[in-house]
C-alpha cells in the first residue's frame, strides 16, 4: 500500500462533494441494492468522492458499491482509508482478498498508521467524519465503532443516512447562519 499522503489532497478541494461509510463489521450484505441506490442519489446531489475506513463488513462493501457504480458515474472517486499498514492481515482470507482487489482499484489510498496502536479505529473514525458532508451508515443501534463514529458525526453537523432498516433515524443537522 502506499503511505498517506501529508496532505489529503482530494478533501482539501471538494469537502462539501465527499461522502464517507461507516457500518459493523457484522454486516451480512442484505443491503447491497440499497448502497448502490445511495451512491447514484447521491451522486446527482453533486457527491464525487467517497471513503471507506476498510473494514470488513459494511464497509468493504460499500467501497465495492462505489466500485461497480463508477463503471457508468463518469468522475466517480473512491477512497480507501485504511487505519493502520497489515489491517487486512487480521481479516479472513475472503475479506483480505476483497479488501486487496478494492485498493488494487481504488482511486487513493491513505494509510493513517504503520502499525497498529491503542486508539488507531477511532483516528480513522475521526478522519471519515473530518473529511465528509455526509455519512452513510449501517447502523442497528448498538455500541462500538460505528456507534462512536455517528455519534462524531452529529456533534460535527454533519447529515447521516442510515440504511439499516432496524436502525434508529437520524435528525438532519440543524442549519448554521455562518
Request: charged residues 20%.
Amino acid at each position: 500500500m502506499r503511505p498517506a499522503p501529508a496532505i489529503f489532497r482530494t478533501m482539501n478541494r471538494h469537502p462539501a462533494a465527499t461522502a464517507a461509510f461507516t457500518g459493523h463489521r457484522t454486516y451480512c450484505g442484505t443491503a447491497s441494492a440499497a448502497l448502490r441506490c445511495a451512491v447514484g442519489t447521491l451522486y446527482a446531489e453533486g457527491f464525487r468522492t467517497f471513503l471507506s475506513g476498510m473494514a470488513a463488513g459494511f464497509d468493504l462493501a460499500a467501497a465495492e458499491a462505489v466500485l461497480e457504480c463508477r463503471r457508468t458515474l463518469p468522475g466517480l472517486r473512491l477512497v480507501a482509508v485504511v487505519p493502520f499498514e497489515g489491517q487486512q492481515n487480521r481479516f479472513s482470507s475472503r475479506d483480505r482478498e476483497l479488501f486487496e482487489r478494492i485498493i488494487a482499484a481504488a482511486d487513493e489510498t491513505v494509510v493513517l498508521s504503520a502499525h497498529y496502536h491503542k486508539g488507531v479505529y477511532m483516528l480513522r473514525n475521526d478522519f471519515l467524519v473530518a473529511h465528509a458532508a455526509r455519512i452513510v451508515a449501517w447502523f442497528d443501534g448498538s455500541p462500538g465503532g460505528t456507534h462512536y463514529t455517528l455519534r462524531r458525526a452529529v456533534q460535527a453537523g454533519r447529515r447521516i443516512d442510515n440504511l439499516c432498516p432496524a436502525g434508529p433515524l437520524f435528525p438532519p443537522p440543524a442549519p448554521t447562519l455562518f
